[in-house]
């Protein structure tokens, strides 16, 4: 790219109106003065080869991915990132000068940075983690956690046969259970992850049973809507540390902009209000 090249970057997804990513990129750009822009893009699933081909050619170094493209994305890439390639899925695209598309998944290294950021030190090799659902973002999660040092990632789900899932994909230190074993596992977790969509404003309750639930374990919901969701309220008044979600948002959005803007931005308190703010 000549230096008189404006970078373009965006997030491609259908829908696409909801995503927060535009927001988010925008004010980095502005914060650190920089040229470029990042837009959003509704382009549907029958589109999704045609138009990655094309983006590159209209000047875009790279796009973030949302639902439903980033399975199907893997199939268009010419690299992708080991992580990724495990993980089954793709949520950031770089074009290289040569118009090769390059496919990665950042969502657990956001996850990971998010608690650290709240929990400085905190490591997944404290002990055994709890991961409910067992979507897109929880294999992210799971993969995250497993390469951080987790002795042993439980997840549970209410269909067990996609828990099984996870194991027969990340291996032996993967453990599937029945949903109805929540309460039991909350005990001996020395982490808790929600990576499902209950207890979201417009979803149904995330309904645990929560006796068993003590410090020092960490509880975190990657839901933010509502930033606290009762899942995290109930944990503080139980005296454990919380994390909410929209920092895994934010941080797992610094290696896209990073590779394409040519710059490291700050994940800090002005990027989480101007996020947040309606």
Not at 14 to 32: E, F, G, Q, T, V
Request: charged share 15%.
């Amino acid at each position: 790219m000549s230096k008189d090249t404006i970078p373009l970057a965006g997030v491609i997804g259908d829908p696409i109106s909801h995503s927060l990513s535009p927001r988010l990129h925008a004010h980095w750009l502005k914060r650190y003065g920089l040229r470029g822009h990042y837009v959003p893009l509704h382009i549907n699933h029958a589109d999704l080869p045609e138009a990655l081909r094309m983006l590159p050619r209209m000047g875009f170094v790279g796009v973030n991915v949302t639902i439903p493209h980033k399975e199907l994305v893997l199939s268009i890439a010419d690299t992708i990132t080991d992580r990724a390639a495990l993980i089954g899925a793709a949520n950031t695209l770089t074009f290289t000068a040569n118009d090769q598309i390059h496919a990665d998944n950042t969502d657990g290294m956001g996850f990971l940075s998010n608690i650290r950021q709240t929990l400085p030190g905190w490591t997944a090799a404290a002990g055994p983690a709890l991961v409910l659902g067992s979507g897109g973002a929880a294999k992210a999660i799971v993969s995250a956690l497993i390469s951080d040092g987790a002795p042993v990632v439980y997840v549970a789900n209410r269909t067990r046969a996609r828990a099984d899932g996870l194991k027969e994909q990340f291996g032996a230190r993967v453990s599937p259970q029945d949903w109805t074993r929540i309460p039991d596992l909350i005990g001996e977790s020395a982490l808790i992850v929600n990576t499902t969509s209950l207890g979201m404003t417009g979803q149904a309750p995330l309904s645990l049973d929560l006796s068993h639930l003590s410090p020092p374990t960490v509880v975190t919901d990657i839901v933010y809507s509502p930033l606290q969701t009762e899942l995290l309220q109930e944990a503080a008044r139980r005296g454990c540390e919380t994390v909410d979600g929209i920092g895994m948002l934010l941080h797992q959005a610094v290696l896209g902009f990073e590779r394409w803007f040519s710059y490291t931005p700050m994940v800090d308190n002005d990027l989480r209000a101007a996020i947040l703010a309606t």
